[in-house]
């Protein structure tokens, strides 16, 4: 059986857009990264699955798969490439419900897309993480080193670590060791964010069961919700990541926070099923 998709990126985090057949049982983790490998498959950070029926309450249901094949509750930038996909059938205003529930996007253009991930919640058990108590700031001890960092859930789990410099930050020896460490029993996604001034941000995403991401959406999210809780930044932040920019806006707990950035379809093909 030939299956279509499409080729989509936020920023360069990078998705592969499958409309699932009716009745099929969701690819295991073998076919996901088989189809997720650079070289012998498509190539992606996630896999998106729309299902075929139209759920209630909202134009079209979806999943996430990591390029590890490992299912995932969201994801900010393969959000955004849903509700641009889908834009031409159903309008610029969008409403995908996946794992977390309803989400809604509004569809700018083609080229940009703004989403609502919900309120981020700094409460341990909603990562989950270990933590006896919620605090704005944690210390971990690791084999070589004392780490501090913000914790959030942004449906998703994300620990946030301020550095002087991306350039330098030990992405890919801080990563792989939080992203496993028992304290979070789900995994978590690692950011390392460099504060330029209290409207404008840079930073690096670790993600779980991608690794080190072009960009990442709910990353972005968290990395603004942790610097608002510290008290270092706007309301409105610019968020610079290695693909590129995007805007998050968040008021404050008791609202939600909305993410606007570039989507592109960069090709669409047929793989075996």
């Given at each position: 059986?030939k299956l279509?998709?499409v080729k989509?990126?936020?920023?360069g985090?990078?998705f592969m857009?499958?409309?699932?057949p ?12 088989r189809w ?15 299902g075929a029926e139209?759920p209630?309450g ?13 299912e995932?509750?969201?994801c ?6 849903l509700?641009?996909f889908l834009?031409?059938?159903v309008?610029?205003?969008v409403t995908l419900?996946?794992p977390l529930?309803p ?6 253009s ?9 309120e981020?919640?700094?409460?341990p058990?909603?990562l ?8 704005d700031?944690?210390r971990?001890e690791l084999?070589?080193q004392?780490?501090?960092?913000g914790?959030?859930s ?8 301020e ?10 020896i801080?990563?792989?060791v939080?992203?496993r ?5 789900q ?5 390392f964010?460099?504060?330029?001034d ?12 991608a690794?080190?991401?072009l960009?990442?959406g709910?990353?972005?999210?968290a ?5 608002r809780?510290?008290?270092e930044?706007t309301?409105?932040?610019e ?5 590129g920019?995007?805007?998050v806006?968040?008021?404050g707990p ?11 379809a960069a ?7």
């Amino acid at each position: 059986m030939k299956l279509h998709f499409v080729k989509m990126n936020g920023l360069g985090n990078d998705f592969m857009v499958v409309e699932w057949p009716k009745g099929r049982p969701a690819p295991d983790a073998e076919l996901v990264r088989r189809w997720s490998d650079r070289r012998l498959g498509v190539g992606f950070d996630q896999l998106l699955l729309l299902g075929a029926e139209r759920p209630r309450g909202g134009d079209a249901s979806y999943r996430v798969f990591n390029a590890d094949g490992g299912e995932v509750e969201q994801c900010g930038n393969g959000a955004r490439c849903l509700a641009s996909f889908l834009a031409p059938r159903v309008g610029r205003d969008v409403t995908l419900v996946g794992p977390l529930g309803p989400t809604v996007a509004k569809v700018e253009s083609a080229e940009r897309v703004s989403v609502d991930l919900g309120e981020p919640s700094f409460e341990p058990s909603a990562l989950p993480f270990t933590a006896p108590a919620r605090r704005d700031r944690y210390r971990l001890e690791l084999p070589t080193q004392s780490v501090e960092f913000g914790a959030v859930s942004m449906g998703n789990p994300h620990v946030v670590i301020e550095v002087d410099s991306v350039a330098r930050a030990p992405v890919g020896i801080l990563g792989p060791v939080l992203e496993r460490h028992p304290s979070f029993p789900q995994r978590v996604n690692v950011g390392f964010m460099q504060r330029v001034d209290d409207r404008h941000i840079k930073l690096r995403v670790f993600e779980r069961g991608a690794g080190e991401t072009l960009a990442c959406g709910t990353g972005a999210a968290a990395a603004v919700a942790v610097g608002r809780l510290w008290g270092e930044l706007t309301e409105r932040v610019e968020v610079s990541l290695p693909g590129g920019m995007l805007e998050v806006s968040w008021r404050g707990p008791g609202s939600t926070l909305w993410q606007t950035g570039p989507v592109s379809a960069a090709y669409e093909g047929q793989i075996e099923l």
